[in-house]
Each structure stands twice: as C-alpha cells, then as structure tokens.
Nanobody, 125 residues
Framework: VQLQASGGGLVQAGGSLRLSCVASGFTLDRPAIGWFREAPGKEREAVSCLSTNNDITYYPDFAKGRFTISSDKTKNTVYLQIDNLTPEDTAVYYC???????????????????WGQGTQVTVSS
C-alpha cells in the first residue's frame, strides 16, 4: 500500500489549492480514504474522508464549506480541494487509508494504519 500526496505550496490567503493523492497497491473501490493535517504545535486532525465504495463523505465542522474531497477511480487518485485558504490552514497535509474499513466517518475518527508522506501547505496573510 502506497500513498503519494502532492499539490501543496505557498499561497496567499483567499486562494485555492487542490491536493492529489495517488494510491497504489490497492484500488479505490472499497476502503475509506481521507485527508488529515498537522499544523506546527498541534495534533494531527482529520480534514475529510471518503468511502470509496459508495462515495459517502465526512467532514468535521471546521472543514464544511471550504474543503471538498473527491476521487477519480480511473486514476486511483483522491483529491482535496481547499478554497478561501487562511493562514490557519498552514499544515502538512497527509492522505491515509485503512483497507479494513470502508466508513468515511470511522476513518476520520480513527488513526489509519497507512499514510502517505505529506505535502506542505503554507498560507501567507
């Protein structure tokens, strides 16, 4: 199982980014997969999760409205669209999955066993 995240960068507040996570070693047709972030001095937190078997998504309250998770199963890739970025979104963003679970809600409330390497998002004010 491998997850390769990309798409981070330095952006100004109010801008947008789309992060990508290419999955290999498994297909996006059953397990849940999600995005998490870790800001300096803060605990890692879930941003958004997707059930790949039925496309049910889960967002914590802070992520509703500005974050959108989606997938392209032909590319075995999951995306995270982030709009109206704020400096508080500065963090390393990771994609993660648990091949034994298909619930997006469960994944976002657990510590998944499989992680990608992370991509840095820095938002300037």
């Amino acid at each position: 199982v491998q997850l390769q995240a990309s798409g981070g960068g330095l952006v100004q507040a109010g801008g947008s980014l789309r992060l990508s996570c290419v999955a290999s070693g498994f297909t996006l047709d059953r397990p849940a997969i999600g995005w998490f972030r870790e800001a300096p001095g803060k605990e890692r937190e879930a941003v958004s999760c997707l059930s790949t078997n039925n496309d049910i998504t889960y967002y914590p309250d802070f992520a509703k409205g500005r974050f959108t998770i989606s997938s392209d199963k032909t590319k075995n890739t999951v995306y995270l669209q982030i709009d109206n970025l704020t400096p508080e979104d500065t963090a390393v963003y990771y994609c993660a999955t648990d091949l034994g679970h298909s619930s997006s809600y469960y994944l976002c409330h657990s510590r998944p066993p499989n992680w990608g390497q992370g991509t840095q998002v820095t938002v300037s004010s």
